[in-house]
Structures are given as structure tokens and as C-alpha cells.
């Protein structure tokens, strides 16, 4: 009977006869049915003996009974380097050594409001540059990602070859998701412009992957900038103390000016070596004021 039917609907095909759609979730079952009344619909099936789900990209099959929409665990693997503590090859990590990293994530506070409860834990992590916030979209392309598309956030530690890896230092980021379309990462730091992906995140080896420093445009509107013309780099724009999108006037007077002179885990700390000086001033937000973050 199946053979029957297959062949029934290649014929169909063949001849123009028969419209197709494209689905994400499909079931195999061994039996069916749909009923739908005034107020109320019912539908049902009956699984197979053998099942099994398997998944491939945005492709669901689920053979056996019928299932609601699945949460799938995914892998992230993002590089992104910073501004303010590039040394040419790396990142350097004052912070960390200086022990001014807070042991708790820090952006459960406005404009992020994240509420995550991540935390360092009681093994060292070496080469530790600073907390980031990564945040998935899910979108058909680029310029339709907006925050309305936001389907998972995370806090994870920046390390200095641009790696970000779990609190724990475990690499790949892993979240609970339900991909419709293709995932676009941005990617948030305390006083650097945040920036979102060009393009969709790929998939390698069951991993979603990317890499924002090998090339300006893998900021989406190139969002980043070259880190000097004697590296071929490319990072996250210092120099934006109030975490507002944008390198302005207020920076410098309602944050450097008044945190002057001041160690510790300071936002105005542009180059992040744990001191508020000229250089965060001439170096970082002098140079980078009027630019805006160019996240959807």
C-alpha cells in the first residue's frame, strides 16, 4: 500500500498536478485522524512499535506519535575580540589577573536586564578578559533579526584569543531552542558597542559557529572596526561607559571624568587594564565618538 501511494504522488508531481509545501515537523504513524467542531478541534494519532526523531538543519521527523513542537539543544562556538584590551594578537587580561572580574555575571542591570544566575566558578579559568552577554536570533535573514526575534541569552567569559566559553571555562555555549528559520548571534559588552552576525550562524561538526574577527563585514552593517593596520583583525568598538548604543559626549563627562583616577571594575576603564586614565580617554573614546552600534 505505501509503494502505491508513493508512486501515486510522484506521478502527480511528474504530471504538474499536485502542490507541495514546505514543512518544519512532520509524523509517521500507523494511524490518524482530525476532527474539528464549533468550539473545539481534535486531533490524534497512533504511533508506530519502532520510533524514532531524527533531525536534520530545520527538518523535524518524528516517527511514532504525534509530538508538539521540540526544544532542541544546541552547541555555540563565537569568536569576538574587543578593542580596548587588543595587543595585537590577542587580548590582554588585567582584569582576571588583577582580580577585579565580579564573580557574578553583571548584566542583570539596565540596558540588558538579564536575569541569569552565572557565575565564576571555584576552578581557575585562565586568560580571562571579561563577562559577555550572547543573545540568539532567530530570523529568515540579517535585517529581519530584531530584538523581537531574541529566543535565548546566555553570560559567558571572554577569553584572550576571543573563544567564549561557559563560566565553568567549558567551551560551546549549549541553549535550549527552537529553530524556525537561521540563528544570527549578537554578541554584549558592558562598555564596548554591541554587534550582531552578518550571516546565519553555520552549523560544522554539530556546532553553530562563528567568527566576527577575520573580517569586518562579519558584523552585520560592519559593525566593528580594524584593530590597526599592522593586524589583520578585527574587534568590538570601545568607548561607550553608559552601554547606550552609541560613543558620545556623556561618555567622557558623566563616566571618565568622574571615575578619573579610580582602579577597580570601572565602565570607563576603556582599555580594561583596571585603571581609569587619558589613555581610555585619547586612545578609546576620543577616537571612537559618534559611532553607533549597528544591531537591529
Known amino acids: 500500500m505505501k509503494k502505491t501511494i508513493l508512486i501515486f504522488m510522484c506521478l502527480l508531481m511528474v504530471t504538474g498536478n499536485a502542490f507541495c ?6 509524523v509517521v504513524a500507523g494511524a490518524g485522524d482530525y476532527f474539528e467542531g464549533t468550539t473545539a478541534s481534535l486531533s490524534w494519532t497512533l504511533g508506530e512499535i519502532a520510533t524514532e526523531t531524527l533531525e536534520n538543519g530545520n527538518v523535524v521527523l518524528t ?14 562556538d563565537i569568536t569576538a575580540f574587543l578593542e580596548g584590551p587588543f595587543n595585537g594578537s590577542g587580548m590582554n587580561h588585567d582584569l582576571s589577573d588583577l582580580d577585579l572580574l565580579p564573580v557574578f555575571q553583571p548584566y542583570n542591570m ?8 552565572e557565575s565564576l566558578g571555584i576552578v581557575p579559568i585562565p586568560n580571562k578578559v571579561d563577562w559577555v552577554l550572547i543573545e540568539l536570533r532567530d530570523a529568515p535573514d540579517a535585517a529581519s533579526a530584531t530584538a523581537a526575534t531574541m529566543v535565548a541569552r546566555q553570560a559567558a567569559l571572554l577569553l584572550s584569543d576571543g573563544s567564549v566559553v561557559k563560566p565553568n571555562g567549558q567551551p560551546d555555549l549549549d541553549f535550549d531552542v527552537t529553530i524556525q528559520n537561521q540563528l544570527f548571534a549578537v554578541i554584549w559588552h558592558r562598555n564596548h558597542l554591541g554587534m550582531m552576525s552578518a550571516f546565519p550562524l553555520a552549523k560544522i561538526s554539530g556546532v553553530y559557529a562563528y567568527n566576527f574577527t577575520t573580517a569586518l563585514g562579519m558584523a552585520y552593517l560592519n559593525g566593528q572596526k580594524s584593530l590597526g593596520p599592522d593586524w589583520d583583525a578585527f574587534g568590538m568598538v570601545s568607548g561607550d561607559a553608559d552601554a547606550n548604543g552609541t560613543v558620545e559626549n556623556p561618555d567622557k563627562n558623566s563616566f571618565w571624568t568622574l ?12 582599555n580594561m587594564d583596571g585603571n581609569v586614565s587619558n589613555p581610555d580617554k585619547n586612545d578609546m573614546w576620543y577616537v571612537n565618538r559618534g559611532a553607533s552600534e549597528t544591531v537591529p
Do not use: C, H
Open 110 to 117: 539596565p540596558p540588558w536586564n538579564y536575569p541569569g544566575t
Open 259 to 270: 571615575q578619573a583616577g579610580q582602579k577597580g571594575y570601572r565602565s570607563a576603564d576603556f
Open 21 to 26: 509545501q514546505s514543512v518544519e515537523r512532520s
Open 63 to 76: 516517527q511514532g506519535f504525534q509530538q508538539p513542537d521540540i526544544i532542541l539543544r544546541i552547541y555555540v
